[in-house]
């Protein structure tokens, strides 16, 4: 593929994602399946394309259940302090993603 186009795919990909990323949050509080559905469809572009997902993406994401992780509605926070990580605890099937700092 040559660099202009891989270029323009990567931004379109990039772009589509932000803006599934942004309606599965809108309405992970109203209709969770949908959400749900949003991402998967995500990351089936960000497969696709064969690019990686943004950090703020893919750190927002349950790997499990493919819900939108927000703090208070469907994700529990806390910090292992003495690990130097953040542990984002899945409301929906009790998954759990470490992000170290
Ligand atoms: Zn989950």
């Given at each position: 593929?040559?660099?202009?186009?891989?270029?323009?795919?990567?931004?379109?990909?990039?772009?589509?994602?932000?803006?599934?990323?942004?309606?599965?949050?809108?309405?992970?509080?109203?209709?969770?399946?949908?959400?749900?559905?949003?991402?998967?469809?995500?990351?089936k572009?960000?497969?696709?394309?064969?690019m990686?997902?943004?950090?703020?993406?893919?750190?927002?994401?349950c790997?499990?259940?493919?819900?939108?992780?927000?703090?208070?509605?469907?994700?529990?926070?806390?910090?292992?302090?003495?690990?130097?990580?953040?542990?984002?605890?899945?409301?929906?099937?009790?998954?759990?993603?470490?992000?170290?700092?």
């Open positions: 593929m040559p660099i202009n186009k891989r270029i323009l795919v990567d931004t379109i990909a990039r772009e589509r994602i932000d803006i599934l990323f942004n309606l599965a949050k809108e309405c992970a509080a109203t209709d969770s399946e949908l959400s749900r559905e949003y991402v998967r469809h995500m990351k572009i960000g497969t696709h394309c064969r990686k997902l943004p950090k703020e993406v893919k750190n927002g994401v790997k499990k259940c493919d819900s939108v992780l927000i703090p208070g509605l469907s994700a529990r926070v806390r910090i292992a302090s003495r690990n130097n990580y953040v542990v984002y605890e899945c409301l929906a099937c009790k998954a759990e993603r470490h992000v170290h700092y």
